[in-house]
């Protein structure tokens, strides 16, 4: 297994333990009484994610420079986009990006989906970069964008986020 793989499957565990913290630290999040553990539901209101995925929008450009830049130590290039899902509302999920011509993003699905029926896990999608809700790449140990992922480190602790950054070995 390369680097770029190990470091993917790394920022995906990250994720998906992200999420599992967020659900066991706040339950009140949840519209569901059990949600699975890689899913988390945040409401549509929610002014700190709206902005994170406002700031994600603005800074899309950076994002393509730097997918197209490929300066060494640089790698998991992934965006988020929502997906309908069934009954209304949406569910955002990671792409794996292969190339972007003229703004749009061709990549694959990189995380399971546990609503909506658009898309699965592995499956091959085009994405128009008006219609991400976040990017994130990694520059060595550092994430590089990933705003709503941040929305979720902001809810922890001072000392939850130290133990988990240290336990990761990755920075903000």
């Not at 699975?36 to 002014?47: C, I, L, Q």
């Not at 703004?103 to 592995?122: C, F, P, R, S, Y």
């Not at 499956?123 to 128009?128: D, E, I, Y």
Request: charged content about 25%; overall charge neutral.
């Amino acid at each position: 297994m390369n680097d770029s793989h190990r470091t993917k499957r790394r920022v995906r565990a990250f994720i998906i333990i992200l999420t599992a913290f967020v659900l066991l630290t706040f339950p009140g999040c949840s519209r569901q009484a059990k949600e699975p553990e890689n899913y988390t539901h945040v409401d549509s209101e929610d002014a700190a994610m709206n902005a994170a995925i406002a700031k994600a929008k603005a800074t899309s450009a950076d994002f393509v420079r730097a997918f197209h830049a490929q300066k060494p130590g640089t790698t998991n290039f992934s965006v988020k986009k929502p997906y309908p899902v069934p009954g209304g509302g949406q569910e955002h999920m990671w792409i794996d990006v292969l190339s972007e011509s003229n703004g749009v993003i061709e990549g694959q699905i990189d995380n399971d989906a546990e609503e909506t029926k658009a898309v699965k896990l592995g499956q091959k999608v085009s994405v128009k970069i008006e219609e991400i809700s976040d990017w994130f790449y990694m520059d060595g140990k550092k994430i590089i964008g990933g705003y709503t992922i941040r929305y979720f480190i902001d809810k922890m602790s001072p000392k939850e986020r130290e133990t988990y950054l240290k336990q990761t070995g990755w920075e903000l």
